[in-house]
């Protein structure tokens, strides 16, 4: 009852922002829905033709699938979508599965998903298939990812979460306690999509001296922020494969999408603690595990990730720091503050 009277009222207080974070989301799962659609098209169609079933283990077999769990749970995707029946682990097709599905359901995607994860398509069709046979994640940013990523980060779908996590902090309240210069940093920078867009944030809405870095595991994208961002903004960026952010050093860190990738959240959270001067603030936007956003995170999980927290285990990564964590359900937005 909690959580729908925080929709309702966040409804009512912020409706078009509210109408496009529902849009997208379902455009999201439209999109993904398709891309395992046509990914078991050639498989499973046959078997309407036939009239036959096929016991999943038997598809695995046939196809040289290891990851069982993986399986099950795209096979639910498409019997959720009414293409099959999973009946004692024998698959039963019910109707024809689109071979051509992403190009028809292009034209029904908001704009915010479609300009965003577009490009993202070959690469997660192949990512799809490479997990289901075992074959180990590739890096962040191999090959064409690294283009993906950045086209994805300039996007609507980021900037808005960004925008949303920025004025959650109440930069302006925050800022006006601290002692100037005011250090920032932006951990998972990326492409600096986000660092150029703290920036300018800052500027317009802390009136004292502030400095910005950014850093990030992909040298890649790090590579495009050097070589794009930081020509017409005042900003460091660094590899964190060759530096740690300095202890005691930081007035605010700021994390976009990024405490769902690494293997061991706490210790991050930890490290990010120890970079805080007392009273320093983490903040930024962090999805937890709900069905709105599954097939978001089944996305990500695709290229690596850990997957979204659930909502307990999110409060937790922070309150076993010792931080006390304010979290905006509905948009993601979070922060919390180191006590001084």
């Not at 007035?251 to 320093?280: N, R």
Request: charged residues 30%; neutral net charge; aromatic residues 10%.
């Amino acid at each position: 009852m909690g959580r729908r009277l925080t929709l309702l009222k966040n409804l009512l207080r912020h409706p078009l922002l509210f109408k496009t974070l529902l849009s997208n989301l379902k455009s999201t799962r439209i999109y993904m829905n398709a891309v395992v659609a046509e990914h078991f098209a050639d498989m499973l169609n046959p078997l309407l033709e036939q009239k036959k079933t096929l016991s999943i283990k038997d598809l695995a077999n046939s196809q040289g699938y290891v990851n069982d769990n993986l399986l099950i749970e795209l096979l639910r995707i498409l019997e959720s979508e009414g293409y099959i029946r999973i009946i004692q682990d024998n698959i039963q097709v019910l109707k024809r599965i689109p071979k051509d599905h992403i190009d028809e359901v292009e034209k029904k995607l908001a704009k915010e998903v479609k300009e965003s994860f577009h490009s993202f398509v070959p690469t997660i069709k192949k990512a799809l298939g490479d997990r289901l046979k075992g074959i180990p994640i590739s890096e962040f940013d191999a090959g064409e990812l690294r283009v993906q990523w950045e086209i994805a980060l300039k996007g609507d779908f980021y900037t808005l979460q960004r925008s949303k996590a920025l004025n959650f902090a109440r930069i302006p309240d925050f800022t006006k306690n601290r002692a100037p210069p005011i250090r920032i940093l932006d951990y998972g920078c990326g492409s600096g999509e986000g660092t150029r867009q703290l920036y300018d944030f800052f500027k317009k809405n802390c009136n004292m001296d502030f400095t910005l870095d950014g850093c990030d595991v992909s040298i890649g994208l790090l590579e495009i922020a050097e070589d794009d961002v930081a020509l017409d903004y005042p900003l460091e960026f660094f590899s964190l494969k060759d530096t740690n952010p300095k202890k005691n050093y930081y007035d605010a860190i700021f994390l976009s999408q990024v405490i769902h990738w690494p293997e061991d959240t706490y210790k991050l959270i930890k490290e990010l603690k120890e970079s805080l001067k007392p009273g320093g603030m983490l903040f930024g936007v962090e999805s937890n595990l709900s069905s709105r956003i599954y097939q978001i995170d089944l996305f990500l999980r695709l290229l690596g990730s850990q997957g979204f927290p659930k909502i307990e285990l999110l409060y937790d990564w922070f309150e076993s720091n010792g931080l006390k964590l304010i979290y905006d359900e509905v948009f993601y937005s979070f922060k919390a503050i180191k006590p001084s």
